[in-house]
């Protein structure tokens, strides 16, 4: 799956990291590779030895890379990278290659995490919470209208859900879930009428949580997530056709 092309980074370290894990997921570079010497990444980015070393040193910290003595630094497997982090989520969303048991998993992930944590809201969520969720839903029908960015509104919708849970690991996941959301959001958000389709399923669990109706929120988390899932599988499969036809 596809997403827009995040806006550039602050620094000379982070601009290099971006494109240096975007290639890596991508497949340009590929598990069991060695990346190209210093010198050679020095000359294609214009930067310095240092911003170079930075980067690939955040890369390795996020299990992406290993340097090996007297080999070089060496493209891990994904199963060593740190899956949650929001910046791998985000570049392997980026990646151009279909990654459909990426896209099954992340699925399953929000099926898992996401309906627990409406109940949850439904349960614990504070008078400012719950009115924090209809703003939220207010920017969401002001977007399909045409006012505001549909994505963000979206977004800040479904974190206030998890955050308003109550629960501390669920808030510590919430960086990393707001990556994956981003990526789903992003693909039923460019779905003809997608946005407007969904937003009777946004209302319904935007009033569940204010009547604190556990098994209404439940329910009407599972029916997004369900919806959400559709709307990939449909993409997936046009961008396969798509694959299909030029090869």
């Given at each position: ?103 099954r998993d992340l699925m399953e992930l929000r099926r898992i995490v996401e309906p627990a944590a409406a109940r949850l809201a439904a349960r614990r969520a504070t008078g400012q919470e719950r009115q924090a969720l209809r703003s939220a ?24 859900v998890l955050s308003a849970a109550g629960n501390q690991f669920v808030r510590q996941m919430q960086e990393a879930m707001n990556a994956i959301l981003k990526a789903s959001f992003r693909i039923s958000s460019e779905k003809p009428g ?54």
């Open positions: 799956m596809t997403t827009k092309s995040p806006a550039p980074r602050a620094t000379f370290q982070e601009q290099v990291l971006e494109q240096l894990g975007r290639d890596i997921c991508s497949g340009r570079y590929k598990p069991g590779v060695v990346l190209p010497p210093e010198g050679e990444l020095c000359e294609r980015f214009a930067f310095s030895r240092i911003v170079i070393r930075e980067a690939v040193k955040s890369l390795s910290a996020k299990g992406m890379l290993d340097v090996r003595r007297k080999v070089g630094t060496v493209v891990l497997d994904p199963r060593h990278w740190n899956l949650f982090d929001p910046d791998v989520i985000a570049w392997r969303a980026q990646s151009t290659v279909v990654d459909p048991a990426m896209t839903y207010a920017a969401m029908e002001r977007a399909v209208a045409g006012d505001g960015d549909y994505v963000t509104a979206d977004l800040a919708f479904h974190a206030t997608g946005p407007a389709f969904t937003l009777p399923m946004h209302e319904a669990l935007c009033q569940a949580i204010e009547e604190a109706d556990e098994k209404a929120a439940e329910l009407a988390s599972l029916r997004l997530i369900e919806q959400a899932e559709a709307d990939l599988l449909e993409q997936l499969q046009i961008e396969q056709h798509a694959s299909d036809q030029v090869s």
